[in-house]
């Protein structure tokens, strides 16, 4: 059979994107505080800062802070309307047999948890300024699992195109059925100093992270013809590390900025088949190899670098505002290569802008116990239009697409008398929803809408020792 047409949407089979907010694995809800106000790339306080400011922990008071929080993520994905058809040329009899749609087809797994825990020691007066030393553990990229019962858009088009490679054997079939499932989890692990000088004017902090990067993907289907079936496994994961460095500026005690630039990760993964198998394996065993996925086979997918910068303002002694602006350098990461017929034909990291994200929250104490906060945050992803209505990147992007999107957050923060805080909070993310069309000139169009929305609920426990 002919093997192009399956080829080109493999080649990006298996890389993946964040489950919520950031960049393409990147994400940016790291607390359940920046739940609640969207907005901590200047903030003071909480120990979370070390994942939005780091540099600011040199203001805390002097002995331990510890911030643990958790995120319960409910994902709505959809690809909506996705229609199949075009053929054309000898196969245009056979289009009753294998187009399909319009219908919805879409994933409601939610993500248990995403735990995050912060720790950061202030040693007070340490020469002619103040040290503080600080750890974090948690989720920094990825953040889940997807599954589609239906299959996506991206993996109808891959089964259609066996389907129709087989019917220019003479074997007609549909597809009967379909599942596909994708996770994406990066763990990281840190540690930094900061320190303030010039009577606390200025700080700035050192640091590193460690990352840990498991993925997975499972591809099962079934045709008309019962002993046409395929199913797939692959898991890959990856080791890097990530330096970090900031700056905090006050010129006076009640305005701060900060920025804190992220370095690029290199991670290089590896393949590891745990299954492939079904009467179709050889056909789809030539299909990945010809994308450049074969068990053992290294490639690289790195972080890109991050640079996020923020203002605060205490207006008062009860009502705060902080502005963030955070950009992913997508355009310059090594984010790995197209491959078409087992040779490199480009880069994904062409498939994309800067992805940048600006975000203003505010919090105020209504009791000196009892603080409320808000926030709003509009998120440009940085994929260009060719990312949705290519063939190549058409799984990735229809498993979970890259869209741009605005989030509104709130929630409240609750001080107990015994330096302990207990923080609730909620967001909602509105996708903008995007038109896609994609596939195969002389053979197959896919066509239809992806849109996504998603809920969290952020729960966390501060405490100063």
């Known amino acids: 059979m002919k093997k192009t047409t399956i080829v080109l949407i493999c080649a990006f089979m298996l890389t993946g994107t964040g489950l919520f907010a950031g960049s393409l694995d990147q994400i ?6 920046w739940v609640m106000t969207l907005s901590r790339n200047a903030s003071l306080g909480s120990a979370d800062i070390v994942a939005h400011n780091p540099a600011g922990t040199a203001y805390l008071p002097e002995g331990w802070h510890m911030d643990v929080s958790g995120q319960t993520l409910f994902k709505y994905y959809k690809n909506d309307n996705t229609q199949v ?7 245009a009899p056979l289009s009753p047999l294998l187009s399909r749609g319009p219908e919805a087809l879409s994933q409601e797994r939610p993500t248990p948890v995403l735990p995050n825990l912060y720790l950061a020691y202030n040693l007070g007066q340490t020469g002619p300024g103040k040290l ?8 920094v990229a990825g953040g889940g699992d997807l599954k ?10 891959l089964l259609t195109a066996i389907s129709a490679g087989l019917a220019q054997t003479g074997t007609l079939a549909s597809i009967t059925s379909q599942e596909f499932s994708a996770s994406s989890i990066y763990y990281g692990i840190g540690v930094g100093a900061s320190y303030a000088f010039l009577n606390d004017a200025v700080s700035v902090s050192l640091g590193g992270r460690a990352v840990m990067a498991k993925r997975n993907f499972d591809l099962t289907a079934a045709y008309s013809v019962p002993q046409l079936t395929l199913n797939g496994k692959y898991d890959y994961a990856a080791k890097g590390f990530t330096p970090i460095i900031g700056v905090n500026v006050k010129p006076n005690k009640d305005f701060t900025l ?7 990760t290199s991670l290089e993964f590896k393949y590891e088949q745990k299954e492939l198998g079904g009467t179709l394996k050889d056909v789809a065993t030539d299909v990945l190899m010809s994308a450049g996925i074969a068990d053992g086979k290294k490639f690289h997918q790195d972080l890109p670098a991050i640079i996020g910068i923020g203002a605060g303002y205490d207006i008062n002694d009860r009502w705060t505002i902080d502005l963030s602006g955070t950009f992913y350098l997508l355009s310059k990461a090594d984010l790995g290569d197209v491959y078409v017929e087992g040779k490199e034909a480009g880069k994904i990291n062409e498939y994309f802008n800067t992805g940048w994200e600006a975000g203003a929250g505010t919090t105020y104490k209504i009791r000196e116990a009892l ?10 992803g940085g994929a260009k239009e060719t990312y949705f209505n290519d063939s190549r990147t058409a799984l990735n992007a229809s498993a979970n697409p890259m869209l741009d999107s605005v989030t509104l957050g709130t929630g409240a923060t609750y001080s107990m008398r015994n330096n302990l805080d207990l923080t609730l909070s909620f967001l909602w993310c509105h996708y903008l929803p995007e038109n896609f069309s994609f596939g ?5 169009k896919v066509s239809g809408k992806y849109s996504k929305e998603v809920f969290i609920l952020g ?7």
Not at 132 to 139: N, R, W
Not at 148 to 157: L, P
Not at 374 to 380: Q, S
Request: glycine share 16%.
């Open 440 to 444: 195969d000139a002389n053979l197959i």
């Open 148 to 157: 589609y019962k239906n299959g996506t858009a991206g993996t109808t088009f």
């Open 459 to 465: 729960y966390g426990v501060s405490y100063k020792f």
């Open 28 to 33: 940016s809800n790291q607390s359940a505080k």
């Open 371 to 380: 603080k409320i906060g808000a926030g709003f945050l509009y998120t440009e």
């Open 258 to 264: 900060a920025a804190r630039f992220e370095f690029p």
């Open 85 to 91: 058809g075009g053929f054309s040329g000898p196969l």
């Open 132 to 139: 503080a030393t600080y750890l974090q553990a948690g989720i």
